[in-house]
């Protein structure tokens, strides 16, 4: 519900006016935005379901569905904005009663509803300008809109939400975005539904009055306050006092908001487009040459064997496969012509991103999507064994993804089933660990206070221990994070191995 400007005894025969022009117009913003958001937001939690597929195509696609996203999640904040601005004109100027902050009188109020309803009270009890139901709503739309405007602003910026915070936030505010929508939904078709259309059609929100019968029955307290003047507005000449100090400050207060709400939308791309899928083009590839036998008689009746070549048919081929099968020779042009469609960035459907060894590895909503050397647990592999899917890769293609896992899923050429691990620092691991984990562990900022960009700083180590221990592999957190697997700088299993190896061999650095 949306609180009132002022509250001036205006009384036409049987009406009493409840709201100004103002709340109207805060609460079809508030209709707008709230349903806009609600229905481009769910059909992205749930993109798999047939109804979202329709109203995703319906809307030009999920570019443009998320495009609509964002452009009312705006249109909220510029809301909010206007809000403070009533607000405060109502609590600064107006000097109105605070009748939208609960106190004891709304638990006893809330108390007694209960007994009248369950039959243990012979009447419901009095209330004022906003009674205990409308409170709750109002309030639960306050922390609603903070809590997704907080983790929005996560989801829209996380680049700069990781220099801050741990990468694990994200993944997180996504979870409570998405929570806190369908909370939302769900308490206006329950809570709101029933209080204001099911129990009795509450029309003075957008008729701006409401009967006098309707207020004895649902505002008593508030008709005797109105009747009593106890609402009358200030005299004109304190009210411009008050007025000259209260534009000023919400000016600033304003403006300060408004270049909040414009770095907030174009702090930084996030979103990675949705690209057509990638068309199917056949190779043709010519097979050998097969000799056949030509038998030919001699003057003599002897006959005599001789060959000639006989032109083959041509063979076709998806994907040629490389000596040693990994992500960087192959596979990862697999998945990005069959599945980046669907599968790319963290809007991807079914929260799955194939767009990198380390994403497709962590997988989505339903589990790992690659898990090396066991393609019954990759998820990814089995939902292509099933067959139908959008992307489907061809039978051969299935079979070299297969062998790529049962080899351990390796990301490189050179780290397929494990090597010979590097000597020293400078030899190998400076450039590995620069590769693997610079994004996040370089600098005094780096994560946990970890930082992996020298060698005495990779010992040294973070919050959480020393990074590496000279011979005790145990007591190096740098290893033990990585043989727990899933970080998102995550190591091959040869890499890993390979980097147990040169710590217990002293760790050399040149």
């Known amino acids: 519900m949306l609180d009132q400007e002022d509250a001036p005894r205006a009384q036409q025969e049987d009406r009493i006016e409840r709201f100004s022009y103002s709340d109207r117009i805060e609460h079809w913003l508030q209709v707008i935005t709230f349903?806009?958001?609600?229905?481009?937001?769910?059909?992205?939690?749930?993109?798999?379901?047939?109804?979202?597929?329709?109203?995703?195509?319906?809307?030009?696609?999920?570019?443009?569905?998320?495009?609509?996203?964002?452009?009312?999640?705006?249109?909220?904040?510029?809301?909010?904005?206007?809000?403070?601005?009533?607000?405060?004109?109502?609590?600064?100027?107006?000097?109105?009663?605070?009748?939208?902050?609960?106190?004891?009188?709304?638990?006893?109020?809330?108390?007694?509803?209960?007994?009248?309803?369950?039959g243990r009270r012979d009447t419901p009890p009095q209330q004022g300008r906003f009674t205990w139901e409308e409170k709750i709503e109002y309030w639960a739309i306050v922390w609603g809109t903070l809590v997704m405007t907080v983790t929005g602003f996560m989801l829209w910026n996380p680049i700069a939400t990781a220099t801050f915070l741990p990468g694990q936030f994200i993944p997180a505010a996504k979870a409570a975005h998405g929570g806190e929508a369908l909370l939302a939904v769900l308490a206006i078709l329950v809570w709101h539904f029933y209080h204001v259309h099911l129990r009795g059609f509450n029309t003075s929100i957008f008729t701006g009055y409401m009967s006098r019968r309707e207020m004895e029955k649902e505002h008593s307290l508030e008709l005797a306050a109105i009747e009593a003047g106890e609402f009358d507005p200030p005299p004109i000449e304190v009210a411009e006092q008050r007025r000259r100090r209260f534009v000023p400050v919400y000016a600033v207060l304003a403006g300060a908001l408004l270049v909040g709400i414009y770095f907030f939308v174009t702090f930084e791309e996030t979103a990675i487009e949705t690209i057509e899928p990638a068309e199917d083009v056949t190779v043709f590839v010519p097979a050998p040459t097969p000799t056949v036998p030509l038998v030919t008689t001699t003057e003599a009746g002897e006959a005599t064997t001789t060959t000639t070549e006989a032109p083959a048919e041509t063979t076709t081929t998806t994907l040629p496969a490389a000596e040693i099968i990994s992500w960087e020779t192959g596979v990862d042009r697999l998945f990005t012509d069959s599945c980046g469609a669907c599968h790319t960035g963290e809007e991807g459907l079914g929260g799955l991103d194939t767009s990198s060894y380390e994403a497709i590895l962590a997988g989505g909503n339903t589990g790992p999507g690659i898990v090396p050397f066991d393609p019954d647990a990759s998820v990814v592999y089995t939902v292509q064994l099933e067959g139908g899917h959008p992307g489907q890769f061809t039978d051969e293609e299935l079979a070299l993804v297969?062998?790529?896992?049962?080899?351990?899923?390796?990301?490189?050429?050179?780290?397929?089933?494990?090597?010979?691990?590097?000597?020293?620092?400078?030899?190998?691991?400076?450039?590995?660990?620069?590769?693997?984990?610079?994004?996040?562990?370089?600098?005094?900022?780096?994560?946990?206070?970890?930082?992996?960009?020298?060698?005495?700083?990779?010992?040294?180590?973070?919050?959480?221990?020393?990074?590496?221990?000279?011979?005790?592999?145990?007591?190096?957190?740098?290893?033990?994070?990585?043989?727990?697997?899933?970080?998102?700088?995550?190591?091959?299993?040869?890499?890993?191995?390979?980097?147990?190896?040169?710590?217990?061999?002293?760790?050399?650095?040149?």
């Open 35 to 118: 349903v806009a958001l609600a229905f481009t937001g769910l059909i992205q939690k749930w993109p798999e379901a047939g109804f979202s597929k329709w109203a995703i195509q319906t809307l030009g696609g999920i570019e443009t569905t998320r495009f609509i996203h964002r452009v009312f999640a705006t249109l909220l904040l510029l809301a909010i904005v206007y809000h403070l601005f009533t607000a405060g004109k109502r609590i600064f100027v107006d000097r109105a009663p605070r009748t939208m902050v609960p106190g004891r009188e709304d638990v006893k109020a809330a108390r007694a509803d209960l007994l009248f309803r369950f």
């Open 402 to 510: 297969l062998e790529w896992i049962e080899g351990g899923a390796p990301e490189k050429a050179s780290t397929a089933g494990g090597g010979t691990a590097p000597t020293t620092w400078d030899g190998a691991w400076a450039s590995t660990m620069a590769e693997s984990c610079g994004a996040c562990h370089t600098g005094s900022s780096g994560l946990g206070g970890l930082d992996l960009s020298t060698y005495e700083s990779a010992l040294a180590g973070g919050n959480s221990g020393p990074g590496i221990v000279p011979g005790d592999r145990e007591a190096s957190t740098v290893y033990s994070r990585q043989l727990e697997g899933g970080h998102p700088g995550q190591l091959t299993d040869g890499q890993v191995a390979d980097l147990g190896t040169w710590i217990d061999a002293g760790a050399p650095e040149n």
